[in-house]
């Protein structure tokens, strides 16, 4: 949204569709960004992880148990982690029909397939780095594989590209491997250490259970590491009164399954 708050400077709180619009749509798949998309939202999130064979691709839970039909299409190889898979294993695996049989044939897809539709789609992406604990290296082939999409240029890393991890380790090396790329912990540290983590994230993005008036005024005195004001994101807020209260308390930015539901909830508010 684009609203002037009271604030000196004119602010929109952002709405971002949380792995896509996957409320109504199977989670990380190509149809999510798309339903997003045709809801008008322009700011997608996903979670990237590696497969057996190097591909990067989109997913969130360790398994790929639970959204896809992998215990059938391979029973003997529980628990199903995502980096026992080879990227031509994972490409035969339905990510739809668990959501409802009209979702049936979308599939996993690789982290190039995803970049591309979000590009050509015209929408902006908040990249979980995800689970980088399992996955050695995990920012610094996430970096490699911007890089090759093109997604490094100017206009991208000024205007498209948030990377975000639970990791603080991995949120550093993107910002030491590409200092221009914009940033953001997921968490929420105790205040009297907001500032280390301002040294290398632009924005503190926290669950919303955990934030208050108070915790956003002290993300927002702080300047991040491309000299402007820290921002604070939160997730997963659903329920639109709960957005609006949060975007009250100073929330820059609301991830959400229902980004529809949400983004009419703040425009009304006047956010
Ligand atoms: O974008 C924040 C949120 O996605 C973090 O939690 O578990 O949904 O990846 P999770
Ligand atoms: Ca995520």
Known sequence: ???????????????????????????????????????????????????????????????????????????????????????????????????????????????????????????????????????????????EELDRLGWLDRTHVEKKLVVQSFGADSVKTVHALRPGVKTAFLGTPAIADLPEYAAFADQINSTHTTVSPEYYAAVHALTGPHGRRLEAYTWTVDDPARAVRLAGWGADGIITNKPDVVERALVAAGY
């Open 1 to 143: 949204t684009a609203a002037a708050s009271a604030a000196e400077q004119p602010r929109g709180v952002v709405t971002v569709a949380h792995r896509g619009a996957s409320a109504y749509v199977p989670e990380n798949t190509l149809a999510a960004i798309d339903a997003a998309r045709d809801l008008g939202i322009t700011w997608v999130e996903n979670d990237v992880q590696r497969a057996k064979d190097g591909t990067l691709v989109i997913l969130h839970d360790p398994t790929l148990a639970r959204t896809t039909d992998v215990e059938q299409k391979f029973p003997d190889r529980a628990p199903w982690n995502v980096w026992d898979f080879t990227w031509e294993e994972i490409s035969t695996l339905d990510a739809g029909s668990w959501k409802g049989p009209q979702w049936a044939g979308q599939k996993v897809p690789s982290m190039e397939q995803y970049m591309n539709r979000v590009e050509e789609n015209d929408q902006r992406l908040v990249l979980e780095i995800k689970r980088p604990e399992y996955h050695p290296n995990l920012a610094e082939d996430t970096v």
